[in-house]
């Protein structure tokens, strides 16, 4: 049990510095601002709905693992967009929302 905790807490990491290290790149790009984040975050939402579908058929610790590192990633992939001054105040907010829905799914699942 205590590896599988590891693992999670590594996967996860690993993310966090990946993501964070290729962000600030980006949101000095006037063209990553220009992509609608909800088009710029297929990948990673397309990953979290497979693991969400995953978990729901079989609430296993593997599943739910996989579901909070993808929660993780979703989350880390949005973040970036909070600095983009070309987002109207709906955007911004509709970003928030999203981000905010998505942190409380991480703190809500225990494995």
């Keep these: 049990m205590n590896k ?8 996860i990491l ?6 964070s ?3 600030n790149e980006l ?5 990553f601002c220009s992509t609608a984040w909800t088009v710029a975050v297929e ?9 969400e579908q995953a978990y729901a ?3 296993n610790f593997e599943n739910c ?5 993808a929660l993780h990633a979703y989350v880390n992939a949005l973040k970036p967009y909070r600095d983009c001054t070309a987002f109207s ?3 911004r907010a509709e970003l928030e929302a999203e981000i905010a829905k998505a942190e409380t799914g991480i703190d809500d699942i225990e494995c």
């Design 4 to 11: 599988r905790i590891a693992f999670l807490a590594f996967i």
């Design 14 to 19: 690993s993310l966090t510095v990946f993501i």
């Design 21 to 23: 290290c290729r962000d």
């Design 27 to 31: 949101v000095n790009d006037p063209a």
């Design 43 to 51: 990948s990673e939402a397309a990953d979290l709905s497979l693991a």
């Design 57 to 59: 058929s079989d609430p």
């Design 65 to 69: 693992a996989a579901y909070k590192v």
């Design 89 to 91: 105040s709906q955007q």
